[in-house]
DNA sequence: CATATTGTATGATTGTATGCATACATGCCA
DNA sequence: TGGCATGTATGCATACAATCATACAATATG
């Protein structure tokens, strides 16, 4: 039953075109997050996974697992393994987090060449099916 | 004639999400190429406006124009200016990116407890306000 | 011709990314 | 208890990204 995280582990490809590898770990596990592949609870690929598997340092991994955490998306825990966050979520949606993220998500749009109002659309299109009560 | 540079010039943007700036300059320009915003023959804004305009260094500028000229989508031209080549090259962000990002988007909000729908207006909110385009 | 504009180039410097090696700290389990 | 897996943390070396400053070279224009 190593599958979800096998699965994450082949589906992981570097490029050269110039974005650092952490940041494309970054986004391709948050990618793994969002469409549903390692859920809520789920363990993360082990960062020695991640190192041996793509020949990267451990330390590089770590820094992508770090933001990660930071971005609330994972949960550290030494000794255990790295785990997707459960959302805390409902109510607290400070508008300062929400407006931080908007920012950091344009900045992103911005950097991969995409349209803000073309990504709007599909985040609302999205974030449909699985709208919810508070 | 304030023309099309200007529209380019006004819609690049940059964020701090450990994207090099270059390559964010290259994918903004690339998009604005395959969009059609600048279309085969016009002149891309000059290396100096960029540089001035987003406050980055020349030789970080050129560093993004050199690099679309290896690619094959833009001339450069000494003493002249920059121009975009004749057979635009097919635009490397197309949809498919935007779906990518919106996921990964969606993970985010999903962990910091942010409503997808809060999240699209904000980030239309901070994209739209400039160029009301006529 | 002189001048402005634009692309091209260099050296010094600072910060980051990456890799390699080597540990330490914590949690799990036999 | 001991061993193992996992996250956490160094130090060192190399390469790249970015800024600043200062120029040079080609083109256009007056």
Redesign the interface.
């Known amino acids: 039953m190593h599958t979800c995280q096998q699965r994450v582990l082949d589906g992981l490809t570097l490029g050269g075109?110039?974005?650092?590898i952490?940041?494309q770990l970054?986004?391709q596990l948050?990618?793994a997050?969002?469409?549903g592949v390692l859920q809520p609870g789920d363990q993360m690929p082990t960062m020695r996974q991640v190192s041996v598997t793509l020949k990267v340092d451990l330390n590089t991994v770590r820094h992508a697992y770090d933001e990660l955490e930071r971005?609330?998306?994972i949960r550290l825990e030494r000794g255990r393994g790295s785990f997707v966050?459960s959302?805390?979520?409902?109510?607290?949606?400070p508008a300062a987090?929400?407006?931080d993220?908007?920012?950091?998500?344009?900045?992103?749009?911005?950097?991969?060449?995409?349209?803000?109002?073309?990504?709007?659309?599909?985040?609302?299109?999205?974030?449909e099916p699985k709208d919810k009560i508070s």
């Open positions: 075109t110039g974005v650092p952490y940041v970054r986004e948050l990618r997050i969002g469409e971005a609330g998306a966050s959302p805390p979520p409902k109510d607290a949606a987090a929400s407006e993220l908007a920012r950091r998500t344009l900045a992103l749009a911005a950097a991969a060449g995409v349209d803000p109002a073309d990504l709007a659309e599909r985040i609302l299109a999205l974030a």
